[in-house]
């Protein structure tokens, strides 16, 4: 087995997560992998949804990976919460001004990678302080662009971004 699951989103969209299996928790694991896992998620989820073609989006981060389907444009992305990592200075510099949080930044972080997937172009720093401003956990809309914000097993952040069905 290539990964374990450990959560389905329910949607739409829809959406799987799951450990490589065999590692450590939190630890690096070659993007090769990372990519089988992430794969592997996708194909699971087609066949518990019946959904075998369409929109999809993957991302992986150490040994986590995550996988999504949908109807419109979609993207997912998930980010490691590494300690000491200057993720708010990161944040800062893509939406030009400060994130209040820790969280917030990562909020921001993903919601731009997810985002970028979806749509192939970065969103506006406007969007980005919205996203900075956003619950976590947290779904919200913006214009016919659906966002969610997970925080997964207290390690990893993960944003959703679709068009579409709320």
Known sequence: MIVTMIQVLTGPPACAIGFVAGQLRGARVPRALQSAAANALLEDLRARTGIRAGPSSK???????????????IG????????????????????????????????????????????????SPTLLRLAAGA???GRWACGGLQIRHEPICEDFSLTLVWTGAP
């Not at 991302?59 to 444009?73: C, F």
């Open 135 to 137: 619950a976590e956990p």
């Open 59 to 73: 991302a992986h981060s150490r040994d986590l990976a995550a996988a999504a389907l949908g109807e419109g444009r």
């Open 76 to 123: 997912v992305d998930i980010e490691y919460r590494a300690p000491g990592r200057p993720i708010r200075a990161i944040a800062h510099h893509l939406m030009g001004s400060a994130a209040e949080t820790e969280p917030a930044a990562y909020r921001v972080f993903t919601f731009r990678e997810a985002y970028f997937k979806a749509f192939g172009d970065w969103p």
